[in-house]
């Protein structure tokens, strides 16, 4: 062995020893604090050591070097031994942070960093949810509410409503739910209780309610109560259809996976869940692209501003599209999906102005249905008040993804072999392509990333724990996009 490889060796091995010191003070924080800690995004939850130096390595995409154990191992060490209160704290922030802020005291830095944080009540009754629907949707929301509760404890997955489609219904739905073609198999265990119509998954109790009609189902005789509903089934879009909801006893407010009709307020979250007051009683999480393109829009618009754009997405093929050849009442859709590009509408482009108006009139657009499973793109031709140079625009979107409040909405990534699959279970709304970007005088090209399915179904949780009142604390603090 050369004496280069054997430093390299002494080294893993070096990452490898703190890693694995950092596991119990992790569950530590969980266990007694409530305590989350993530790498840039990148939750530290039933991790191994191999996890931990990924994600420390991963932090290199982010902050253009990679993070070392040894800087991190102490952080937790002195978190450990500070009394908080329940929160999401990311520890390559904290770590950059310290080393930036010149400091020479790390617990000096953390106590001013988290003061809101110490001596803070950990305690917070759940709120129940119902999930109205259980295909694709329904399922990635059914496992981040099981893990958030678990996590976090604020929200509870309750029951889930569908109609009963023969005597081993509940088997298949549970089966559903533990394998996945696209998202791989569940983190956890999950078994049956058939002669109560009951789901177990760890150990969290979900009742499946059987019902061809909302107005068919009391919630109370569950014992669910003041619960959040969330609509799956892009059934009722419109006031008065997903009204049906509130008049079952034990629904307080209906949460919708599809864009809303009428004066029902589009939320993406981080834009605009701000307008949500307590007598919005029924509201929409808008669409996944609408959700993947409107933070991008957004602090584009507020940085350079935006004269008119068209928005572009290749989509991956959604259930409503014929595996085969088929009648369909939609144009084109009747096609293969699994064999074509099927060039069809979007109301994205217009929805973008339901949660940022300054956006009316000035977006157009189309998706091509592509023959991938998950995953899509949206390309952003954009023409903007002035112009711009392609690095100013990336250090722009790069430092509004690290340090600014939509950094859960916004990721940046400059890798020059990404492809789609590799954005499978991405939790954010958007991740921008800086090396596709492309300016010429006021005219500018962005290329956006989103998990149409994981990353949406993300940004739905983040509004029912809004609903909810129990989104954790994240910190360190966040600054607006418009400070940068």
Sequence with gaps: MTATAHAGHDD???????????????????????????????????????????SHRYARRIADRELSTAETLPILQELADMNLGSASLDLGRLATGFADSGSADLRDYLEKELVSLVGAAVDKESTDVVLYGFGRIGRLLARILIAREAAYGGVRLRAIVVRKKGDIDIFKRASLLRRDSVHGAFNGTISVDADND??????????????NDPADIDYESYGINNAILVDNTGVWRDRDGLSQHLRSRGIARVLLTAPGKGDIKN??????????????TILSAASCTTNGITPVLKVINDRYGVEHGHVETAHSFTNDQNLIDNFHKGDRRGRAAGLNMVLTETGAAKAVAKAVPEFEGKLTGNAIRVPTPDVSLAVLNLELDREVERDEVNDFLRNVSLHSDLRQQISYIASPEIVSSDFVGSTYAGI????????????????????????????????VED??????????????????
């Design 267 to 280: 939320i993406v979250y981080g834009i605009n869940n701000d307008t949500i007051t307590d007598e919005d």
């Design 432 to 463: 921008v392509d800086g090396l596709a970007t492309i300016t010429s005088g006021n005219h500018l090209v962005l290329y956006v990333w989103y998990d149409n399915e994981f990353g949406y179904s993300n940004q739905v949780i983040r509004i």
């Design 467 to 484: 609903l909810a009142d129990a989104r954790p604390i994240v910190l360190p603090q966040r600054v607006s996009a418009l400070e940068l």
């Design 12 to 54: 893993w091995n070096k990452r490898l020893e703190l890693a694995q010191e950092m596991i119990p003070l992790i569950h530590q924080l969980h266990r007694n604090n409530n305590v989350i800690t993530s790498i840039y995004g990148r939750l530290l939850v039933g991790i191994t050591d191999i996890d931990i130096i990924k």
């Design 198 to 211: 009951v789901i177990w998954a760890n150990g969290t109790k979900i009742q499946m309610i059987y019902a």
